[in-house]
């Protein structure tokens, strides 16, 4: 059986509890940032994934010619 999830309201807000937010709002605002033992908890950041470098045309066609004696 699956867990209750529990509603999060401002009074959860690490910015409520430590008078920091300026809103009058009757539900958290997408700043909101949870609060644990007097601390702000950090949002989960997005996985970097390195993706592979697709070859340019630029770096794989023939060499620039240059002149001689042209600087």
């Known amino acids: 059986m699956a867990a209750k999830a529990r509603c999060v309201t401002c009074d959860d807000c690490f910015f409520r509890k430590t008078s920091l937010?300026?809103?009058?709002?009757?539900e958290p605002c997408p700043t909101f940032r949870p609060v644990l033992k007097g601390q702000m908890i950090a949002p989960r950041?997005?996985?970097l994934v390195e993706q592979p470098i697709a070859p340019s045309p630029m770096l794989t066609g023939p060499a620039?010619?240059?002149?001689?004696?042209v600087a």
């Open 21 to 26: 937010c300026a809103l009058d709002l009757s």
């Open 64 to 69: 620039p010619r240059i002149a001689a004696g």
């Open 45 to 47: 950041q997005a996985r």
